[in-house]
């Protein structure tokens, strides 16, 4: 492990190069509580076409020499799906003024070094750049607290969000589906929304 991780910022064709990595690193990450998502990497290079498809799409990727150890992703809310825009219809915001932050993916040996902070930095600069969003938005599975698979010394990361200035808003809330690494079929997970603004006018 070097002592020194460069943190790249890439956006729409430049992804093309690294669809592999991003692939490699979302299964490792999200195969733990609370995804515990049993992912393939022919679904995941295909997801993240869309990243390569949106020219004003982000991912900030964090380094170790040649090897890729965690990203962080995003793209206009509105190149999303249905199901994703849906609560903030319902909600009364408009969908075209947020950036969605999708994911951050880090590995283990590599936590606590700062690249988290570095990666919603990268995102929300990137959203500030493009010049017409409101919010920078994210969202969370919900698993219940006596889930069989939530580790003993589980922490989720709410608190670390909130410094980030992120607000957890219940009422935004989707389902998505896959399949848990202790399910043979995919079934419907609660997705809860944060969001930031990034102006000081906006609500």
Do not use: N
Request: net charge negative; charged share 30%; with cysteine.
């Amino acid at each position: 492990m070097s002592e020194v991780i460069t943190v790249k910022v890439l956006s729409g064709p430049e992804i093309e190069r690294y669809i592999a990595d991003l692939a490699r690193l979302r299964i490792e990450v999200f195969r733990d509580f609370p995804y515990l998502y049993d992912g393939t990497t022919e679904y995941e290079e295909r997801y993240l076409q869309t990243y390569v498809e949106s020219p004003e799409s982000v991912v900030v990727l964090a380094l170790d020499g040649e090897r890729a150890i965690g990203a962080s992703t995003g793209l206009p809310m509105e190149h999303e799906t249905d199901e994703f825009k849906r609560p903030f219809f319902d909600h009364g915001y408009d969908p075209a003024k947020i950036f969605y932050c999708a994911e951050s993916v880090l590995l283990k040996e590599y936590r606590g070094r700062g690249i988290y902070k570095q990666f919603f930095d990268g995102r929300e600069s990137h959203a500030r750049r493009l010049g017409r969003f409101d919010y920078c938005s994210f969202c969370c599975v919900q698993r219940p607290d006596d889930h069989p698979l939530r580790p003993a010394d589980y922490v989720p990361l709410d608190a670390i969000w909130s410094r980030f200035g992120y607000v957890k808003h219940p009422e935004l809330v989707t389902t998505y589906a896959w399949k848990d690494v202790d399910r043979t079929e995919e079934t419907d997970k609660p997705m809860v929304f944060w969001l930031k603004p990034l102006q000081d006018t906006v609500r």
